[in-house]
């Protein structure tokens, strides 16, 4: 693929053309983090939610989760389902907007995980 951008070097517009390879080598550090950041979360999980999870699964939202394959690598490191959710761009912002509209509701736990 041809990509367009400035230059970082020279400071111009350039063309390049990168592979599906250099992406995907670029790409496996972050995917790293998030393997492991996804690991931990479910060993710190207390074991009545930890029933839920193994029952339902896990349901992946934002940007990250549109990523082909990466919730066939979370299902092959977690053994556990996992669904990237319908709308999975605007899900977060639209939690937020429902956090924000009842946020006396919430405070309690956003102050506590702070």
Known sequence: M???GR????G??????????EIRE???EPLGAIVEAVKDSLERTPPEL??????????MTGG????RGVDLLLNDV??????????ALLCVVLGSGKILDEI???????????
């Open 104 to 114: 006396h509701v919430y405070y309690k736990v956003l102050m506590h995980s702070s």
């Open 78 to 87: 977690t053994n556990l389902p996992i669904r990237v959710a319908e709308d």
């Open 7 to 10: 230059d970082l070097i020279g």
């Open 26 to 28: 670029c790409l496996q």
């Open 50 to 59: 930890a029933s839920d999870i193994v029952d339902r699964g896990i349901v």
């Open 12 to 21: 111009i517009p350039k063309t390049i053309k990168i592979t599906s390879q």
């Open 64 to 67: 990250g989760s549109l990523l």
């Open 2 to 4: 041809e990509i367009k």
